[in-house]
């Protein structure tokens, strides 16, 4: 069946170490999402690629870092700048940018991390 | 006035109740609209689609009053496996913006 996999499912880090949270499609999506979740708000979106080898940055980019390097993956660093990173992770994909379905997103089981 | 601004809940309600929930939003231009649906500590994943004046799923119906900038979810018959977050989704400059969510629990 097609989908979105993250791993890892949870991560503990340390302050003041990166860390590589990874995103693989297979569902021949153009487009991929980094949203962030915090207790009671909605979801945040950090960057967003719609083709390979391009990506803009979303609200809350500042910390973060991505790759498109092919089309089926989208992985997303969170580094030692980002002040609070413990958070809720979510990748998400979606058809091509344009058309009437570009907009539904399917959402891989996200990534916990939290930072001791 | 926030882009997207959903009822703040949470909403508790019996089985067999019918809910619902209201989001605004700020930007006159988005065309279409979105629920998502959200169980503790999981993904959020789609629950219907408005890309007209409203939408009938079950007993699911979304509503969009362009007019006043709204959209609402309404849920009759709830059941216990209703409960959840639901997250109005708006399309608006290339971006989707997500509302807060509403938190509803459905209680026997």
């Known amino acids: 069946d097609g989908g979105i996999t993250q791993s890892p499912k949870y991560l503990f880090r340390k302050e003041g170490q990166n860390v590589t949270l990874s995103c693989e499609q297979n569902?021949?999506?153009?487009?991929m999402y980094w949203y962030r979740q915090d207790p009671g708000q909605g979801l945040r979106l950090i960057y967003y690629?719609?083709?390979?080898?391009?990506?803009q940055k979303g609200d809350i980019a500042e910390g973060y870092s991505v790759s498109r390097e092919k089309k089926e993956s989208f992985p997303l660093t969170v580094t030692s700048a980002q002040k609070n990173p413990t958070a809720f992770y979510l990748c998400?994909?979606?058809?091509?940018?344009?058309?009437?379905?570009?907009?539904?997103?399917?959402f891989g089981a996200g990534s916990r991390l939290t930072v001791l | 006035r926030k882009e997207v601004e959903q009822d703040p809940g949470p909403f508790n309600v019996p089985e067999g109740a019918t809910v619902a929930f209201n989001c605004t939003y700020s930007?006159?231009?988005?065309?279409?609209f979105f629920w998502y649906r959200q169980d503790c500590r999981k993904e959020p994943k789609l629950l219907m689609s408005?890309?007209?004046s409203g939408n009938e799923d079950g007993r699911f119906t979304a509503q969009l009053n362009r007019a006043s900038q709204y959209i609402s979810l309404l849920i009759r018959d709830s059941k216990l496996s209703d409960s959840a977050t639901y997250l109005c989704?708006?399309?608006?400059?290339?971006?989707?913006?997500f509302g807060q969510g509403t938190e509803l629990s459905v209680k026997p």
């Open positions: 408005v890309y007209s």
């Open positions: 930007n006159s231009a988005s065309q279409s």
């Open positions: 998400a994909s979606s058809t091509r940018p344009e058309g009437i379905r570009a907009n539904v997103l399917t």
């Open positions: 569902l021949n999506h153009d487009a």
């Open positions: 989704v708006v399309p608006q400059g290339g971006k989707l913006i």
């Open positions: 690629s719609q083709i390979v080898n391009d990506f």
